[in-house]
């Protein structure tokens, strides 16, 4: 058998065969003939007119440890439709690459699984390659028809170089939480652009959007699709209980120093201002104040007997700190309610409550609850919850971990519809 019938056989290269095998210090070159005369702009216009033509290398899947290039003629042409001369497209690679489409795709489904340094010396390729590699699959993969049949979606920031930076995310809550959009910044206008992506027609469709409690997706979403039923997600609704006990920690924390050091001063232990360096706390509570975070905090199926007895001292000294708890998890039942008719109910006896409460964050919590009272009730009616969304700032920090996306928005943005827009990449010996 000649080589290049071998070649043939083996690489079987859509569109081309093997002319030629020449076998050199960087590694197997493999010239291409093409079949096709025609020549196909990337927009899908065809001619045989040719404007010009030169040689072009590809990096094609590693023989081995033998690297293999493809080399063939690419020509030039002046598109009618484009109105402008562009490079023809060929079979085995996409626009503008210089890696077939088989290597693109291998890097591809590797990045969704690996780091990028392990890639890097996995392919023989550079960290930039990879990166444009995965902006290429995904520009060619993402097909506009996903945001076609979208009914429920889900909207959410998430932060990354440190929290210095922001991106919008959409999530289709019928397709398993799969991000369907993302998009630089945490403005209205940033949502807009999605709503404008969807178009009227799609827009329209939209029965239910989850979002935080905050303006700014509120302001868009009131604007580009006022059927859609708005959800507050139960995630920030809770975040801000958690908020709120933090503060109220503080409050509390400041008014027993304060009433510990009047006491003290009153017994005349103690002169005003500073206590010297070295002196032990004036009253325990203070420091008890101080250390119940967890317990305040965690959910008090997972609290640990240390923590459960802080929760047990606070009750038992009447602190406020106690009714901070009650009224966190108070408001955490109405996710919790077996019976979804008592959960109007509940939430108005929630609010009465934490408006009496004379807990400064827990009244201004309750002030904002009230105000998105509709918002919140729809949440729990249709079942909405920005989980997934919320699983998204993990998987983001792990996408940093692994070495991708903080050169820029749009590599960061290409990794999150890799990794969690529900795109399968089919492997070349998958296929
Ligand atoms: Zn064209």
């Known amino acids: 058998m000649r080589a290049t019938t071998a070649f043939n056989k083996m690489l079987a290269i859509p569109g081309a065969h093997v002319a030629a095998v020449t076998f050199t210090a960087e590694g197997v070159v493999v010239d291409l003939a093409r079949r096709a005369k025609r020549l196909r702009c990337p927009c899908g216009w065809s001619t045989r007119a040719l404007y010009d033509r030169s040689t072009r290398s590809w990096r094609g899947l590693d ?21 402008r001369v562009r490079t023809e497209d ?31 010396r996995l392919l023989r390729c550079s960290w930039e390659a990879v990166a444009k590699i995965v902006g290429r699959v995904v520009a060619d993969q993402l097909h506009d028809s996903r945001l076609d049949e979208v009914y ?30 993302a998009g630089e910044g945490k403005k209205a206008a940033t949502l807009e652009q999605f709503y404008d992506q969807l178009g009227e027609t799609r827009t329209a469709q939209l ?20 059927q859609a039923r708005q959800c507050a997600d139960p995630f920030h609704v809770i975040a801000l209980a958690n908020e709120a006990i933090n503060k109220a920690r503080r409050w509390s924390w400041n008014l027993e120093r304060d009433k510990a050091r009047a006491a003290a001063i009153e017994a005349g232990t103690k002169r005003r201002g500073r206590p010297p360096a070295g002196t032990p706390a004036p009253r325990d509570q203070a ?17 640990e007997p240390k923590q459960l007895e802080v929760l047990h001292e606070l009750r038992r000294s009447g602190s406020v700190l106690y009714r901070c708890w009650q009224l966190k998890e108070g408001l955490r039942d109405l996710y919790r309610l077996p019976d979804p008719t008592d959960v109007p109910m509940h939430l108005d006896w929630w609010l009465a409550w ?9 009244v201004t919590l309750s002030k904002t609850v009230r105000t998105n009272r509709d918002r919140v009730l729809a949440a729990i009616e249709l079942g909405l919850s920005n989980s997934k969304l919320e699983g998204l700032n993990s998987k983001i920090r792990l996408i940093n971990h692994r070495g991708y996306g903080h050169h820029s928005a ?22």
Do not use: N
Request: aromatic fraction near 8%.
């Open 287 to 303: 420091r008890w104040v101080k250390h119940s975070r967890w317990a305040l905090l965690k959910d008090p199926d997972a609290l």
């Open 90 to 120: 060929v079979p085995w690679a996409r626009p503008g690459a210089r890696f077939t489409r088989d290597f693109e795709d291998v890097v591809a489904w590797l990045a969704q699984r690996m780091d990028k340094t392990a890639i890097t």
């Open 207 to 226: 029965q239910a959007v989850s979002m935080d409690l905050g303006a700014a997706f509120k302001k868009a979403t009131d604007t580009r699709a006022p």
């Open 63 to 83: 023989l081995g440890a033998t690297k293999l290039i493809l080399r063939a003629e690419i020509r030039r042409l002046s598109c009618r439709r484009c109105g």
């Open 152 to 181: 429920r979606i889900g909207v959410d920031e998430v932060s990354y170089r440190k929290g210095h930076r922001y991106l919008t995310v959409v999530a289709d809550h019928d397709r398993d939480g799969a991000v369907i959009w």
């Open 354 to 362: 934490a408006c009496r409460s004379r807990i400064p964050a827990f």
């Open 410 to 431: 749009a590599a960061l943005i290409a990794m999150i519809y890799l990794c969690c827009g529900g795109l399968t990449i089919a492997l070349p010996m998958e296929r």
